[in-house]
């Protein structure tokens, strides 16, 4: 049984609460008021305000040159729109790597003047610092290891993480301290499963969930970029992707339609007209 209800609104003490009683978590990206708003009103969990946008709106090649600013832009709009569920957003590259003052900062404008719930950050080690000085000034905080994007010239790609035992090990000792510092939450990308698992269990005792894209079913939860599970990105076609429509054909279908009504007169038609 669920441990809310749709018109409830979910906290950050709701994500623990369904990790511990074993209550799927459901997650999806969203950069806009309209398209967020119908995700909130289907009954999502979370919202990820990511700095994915930086592909998906902006088009991009990386994550890398989206902009704290551009991302509390983006994050207005999703807050506005969600009546149920809780509001994640992304520190873009650049916002708390120079010192964990400058990530407090950013933080809190995050926060203060996005409206979003919680913020999350890429990496293990490195960040701890920056992560336990968010917490302690009232920022809850989701971490993200496995793949992350904004590493992607460090890492040469895209590539499966965390395939070597050295780098596996690295990755459990990395969730077990994001979760011992106060994560409510932590996303695991393009891991293997059996990994996935583990950490999902050394992580329990602590009360933080964890969050699978590309890592299987062993996760608390699960999170995909909204316009790739809707079909809106065509060319995008991972292993871990599964699409439940396919709305590029459909938009493009509509789109020629309503060229054709126009050049050939019959929109607006007389009722259409005033």
Request: charged share 20%; glycine share 10%; aromatic share 6%.
């Given at each position: 049984m669920s441990v809310h209800t749709q018109s409830s609104r979910v906290t950050t003490a709701t994500i623990r609460q369904m990790a511990a009683t074993g209550d799927k978590i459901t997650m999806l990206t969203s950069y806009d008021f309209t398209l967020a708003s119908l995700v909130d009103e289907a009954g999502i969990d979370m919202f990820l305000v990511?700095?994915?946008a930086s592909n998906v709106v902006c088009g991009n090649a990386t994550t890398l040159p989206i902009t704290l600013d551009e991302m509390i832009f983006?994050?207005?709009g999703v807050v506005r729109a969600?009546?149920?569920a809780l509001v994640v957003s992304d520190m873009p590259f650049g916002s708390y790597q120079v010192s964990e003052e400058q990530a407090v900062a950013s933080a809190i404008r995050m926060l203060k003047e996005s409206g979003c719930d919680a913020v999350k950050l890429e990496g293990g080690a490195s960040v701890l610092p920056a992560v336990r000085h968010m917490i302690e000034a009232g920022v809850p905080v989701m971490g993200h290891i496995g793949l992350t994007p904004?590493?992607?010239?460090?890492f040469g790609g895209y590539g499966l993480?965390?395939?070597e035992q050295a780098e596996a090990d690295q990755l459990i000792a990395d969730a077990i301290e994001l979760a011992k510092a106060g994560c409510f939450s932590i996303v695991m990308e393009k891991i293997p499963a059996a990994l996935a698992a583990k950490v999902t269990e050394a992580v329990a005792p602590y009360h933080c969930a964890t969050i699978g894209i590309g890592a299987g079913n062993g996760t608390n939860g699960q999170v995909l970029v909204l316009h790739d599970m809707l079909g809106l990105n065509m060319s995008f076609k991972p292993k871990f992707l599964r699409r439940f429509a396919e709305l590029g054909?459909?938009?493009k279908t509509a789109v020629g339609d309503y060229i054709t009504a126009v050049k050939e007169g019959s929109f607006p038609n007389e009722s259409e007209s005033f």
């Amino acid at each position: 049984m669920s441990v809310h209800t749709q018109s409830s609104r979910v906290t950050t003490a709701t994500i623990r609460q369904m990790a511990a009683t074993g209550d799927k978590i459901t997650m999806l990206t969203s950069y806009d008021f309209t398209l967020a708003s119908l995700v909130d009103e289907a009954g999502i969990d979370m919202f990820l305000v990511g700095d994915s946008a930086s592909n998906v709106v902006c088009g991009n090649a990386t994550t890398l040159p989206i902009t704290l600013d551009e991302m509390i832009f983006l994050t207005k709009g999703v807050v506005r729109a969600a009546k149920h569920a809780l509001v994640v957003s992304d520190m873009p590259f650049g916002s708390y790597q120079v010192s964990e003052e400058q990530a407090v900062a950013s933080a809190i404008r995050m926060l203060k003047e996005s409206g979003c719930d919680a913020v999350k950050l890429e990496g293990g080690a490195s960040v701890l610092p920056a992560v336990r000085h968010m917490i302690e000034a009232g920022v809850p905080v989701m971490g993200h290891i496995g793949l992350t994007p904004q590493s992607v010239h460090q890492f040469g790609g895209y590539g499966l993480r965390a395939k070597e035992q050295a780098e596996a090990d690295q990755l459990i000792a990395d969730a077990i301290e994001l979760a011992k510092a106060g994560c409510f939450s932590i996303v695991m990308e393009k891991i293997p499963a059996a990994l996935a698992a583990k950490v999902t269990e050394a992580v329990a005792p602590y009360h933080c969930a964890t969050i699978g894209i590309g890592a299987g079913n062993g996760t608390n939860g699960q999170v995909l970029v909204l316009h790739d599970m809707l079909g809106l990105n065509m060319s995008f076609k991972p292993k871990f992707l599964r699409r439940f429509a396919e709305l590029g054909e459909a938009v493009k279908t509509a789109v020629g339609d309503y060229i054709t009504a126009v050049k050939e007169g019959s929109f607006p038609n007389e009722s259409e007209s005033f």
